[in-house]
């Protein structure tokens, strides 16, 4: 996003007012009694998120600046190919169904606070506890790695480097820190609420203004990509339909099970809530990865022969000649861009808060100091939390990579975590030993794969290869080891809704 037309003073003014917008949020939000003195009421928002807030903290995780600034590149290098991105998020609200609602009434019942907490209820487990808050801790700092790159990149570009990516990674991280620790869930949920309209309205208005450059002409964009390009819009080779396939399967599971996502499974006011929420989710593919992804295809026609560096770029050109359309695209697009800081931010607030409290009660209250207050633990998860941001700003200071690339990183150890989630919530017999080791096995063939840039397989990227190895291990085990018993079922399950976990390891 550099060299916007409209950057500079315009860009500064948005950007300071979003920031003062999420700070009096944050102070409202920490106004509550328990909003920093509980456990549940600063890491669930003491678990009455009702639709609304519900609904946009969801599609916060689910889609974030990032999605726009980084998804529309792809759409131009790839072509129609990229349709993918559609559906491999309408596969995430897929795997939320999966498992969401059933978790949702053994967590609010049992009082769960943490992903971890429900492993640790299922299994009965500690060594597999630690294991998957060991794969959480990792993925939620890869994902909040990403967003403080895509926040200095936004901020820079809206600017028009006036403020430097360095200088703005900073100040709006210091903004984040601020209002997360004030009013925790809470705070988070509600800049959710004004960043999702913000993404919203934004990319309606940049598909519109993009449409209106091309006179509205959709098929004459189909022809010129045909006729330029052809690669770009034929079938794809065998490959590339496995490769598709394969990333609906990884991301649709693997973000579904990221941490902050339970987390708001967590913090649903109700089960219908949870449910009406989740059904609108379904739909929200269409109006925001597949209108990035027309407006990625449009962006072949306006600015062909752009490099895979200048393609980066590619958001911000189209929004530089929308902004010169009239006044009205030019207002919108400098509040888009400032839409995209606004939830760039948001989406790392949740990562933050995760983060937070995996150290705070898996780590600290569960093994450090297991007598210490609520009070104490939400302390300890707030410091932990700057401490890991301070780490991973200088991290930031030198971005790896394209920003798609590192989103698909995170996901080949994340998504081991779906079998503990999703099969041990509906299978009796999985055992906690083979999913132990099934989990090992997987995250370190899928991290080992990354590491040596082994693959894809004939399109099957590693971490779903990582998650084959994982599956077996822990199905096939499960049916070696002996049958849980009915005392082996964890308290408060009702056998025929949910099974119980095998013996401790």
């Known amino acids: 996003m550099t060299g916007l037309s409209f950057a500079g003073l315009s860009g500064i003014i948005v950007l300071i007012t979003y920031a003062v917008v999420m700070l009096v949020i944050g102070f409202f939000a920490g106004k509550g009694a328990e909003a920093g003195k509980s456990v549940r009421g600063y890491y669930l928002g003491g678990g009455g998120l009702g639709f609304t807030a519900l609904f946009f ?4 995780t689910q889609y974030s600046g990032n999605s726009i600034v980084g998804y ?14 559609v559906p491999f998020m309408i596969a995430v609200i897929g795997g939320y169904l999966l498992f969401a609602p059933r978790l949702y009434v053994i967590a609010k019942r049992e009082g769960f606070v943490t992903p971890t907490d429900w492993v640790r209820h299922r299994f009965r487990s500690t060594k597999l506890s630690v294991l998957v808050a060991l794969l959480m801790l990792w993925g939620l700092a890869n994902y909040l790695l990403e967003q403080l790159v895509a926040m200095g990149q936004g901020i820079a570009g809206l600017t028009g480097e006036t403020v430097p990516y360095q200088l703005g990674v900073v100040v709006f991280v210091l903004v984040m820190l601020i209002y997360s620790w004030t009013g925790g869930m809470r705070a988070v949920a509600f800049t959710d609420v004004m960043q999702g309209i913000a993404l919203l309205i934004g990319t309606a208005v940049l598909l519109g203004g993009a449409l209106y450059l091309v006179d509205g002409d959709v098929a004459g964009v ?17 490959e590339d ?5 394969s990333m609906i399967i990884m991301i649709g599971l693997g973000a579904a099970v990221y941490p902050h996502a339970i987390q708001r499974i967590y ?16 739909w929200m593919p269409l109006v925001t990865t597949g209108v990035v992804f027309l407006v990625g295809i449009i962006g ?13 770029q590619l958001v911000g050109v189209i929004a530089n000649e929308v902004a010169g359309i009239n006044l009205f695209f030019y207002i919108t697009m400098i509040l888009l861009f400032g839409g995209v800081i606004a939830a760039i931010v948001s989406t790392a607030d949740s990562a933050l808060l995760s983060f937070s409290a995996v150290i705070s009660r898996d780590v600290y209250g569960r093994y450090l100091n297991p007598r210490a207050s609520e009070y104490k633990q939400v302390l300890v998860g707030k410091v932990a939390g700057i401490v890991a941001v301070a780490l991973l ?9 394209t920003l798609y690339n590192i989103f698909v990183l995170k996901f080949e ?12 919530l509906y299978w009796r017999r999985m055992a906690a030993a083979p999913a132990f080791w099934g989990m090992i096995a997987g995250a370190g063939l899928a991290g080992l794969l990354t590491v040596l840039d082994l693959g894809p397989f004939y399109g099957v990227p590693g971490g779903l290869v990582g998650l084959g190895l994982n599956v077996a291990i822990c199905t096939v085990g499960s049916l070696l080891v002996p049958a849980p018993t009915e005392e082996s079922v964890p308290r408060g399950f009702a056998p025929p809704l949910v099974s119980g976990g095998a013996a401790e390891q």
């Open 413 to 424: 150890l994340i998504v081991q975590l779906a079998p503990v989630f999703i099969l041990g």
């Open 72 to 85: 529309a590149p792809e759409a131009y290098r790839s072509g129609f190919l990229w349709w993918q991105s």
């Open 222 to 238: 189909t022809r010129h990509l045909v006729e330029t390009a052809p690669e770009k819009a034929g079938v794809p080779a065998r």
């Open 267 to 282: 913090a649903a006011r109700s089960e219908r809530t949870l449910k009406r929420s989740l059904a609108i989710m379904a």
């Open 57 to 60: 903290t969801l599609y916060a």
């Open 241 to 245: 339909s496995v490769n598709w396939l």
């Open 393 to 401: 700003l200088a991290l930031a200071w030198n971005p790896p990579s």
């Open 300 to 312: 072949i026609q306006l600015f062909p022969g752009l490099s895979e560096t200048g393609s980066e």
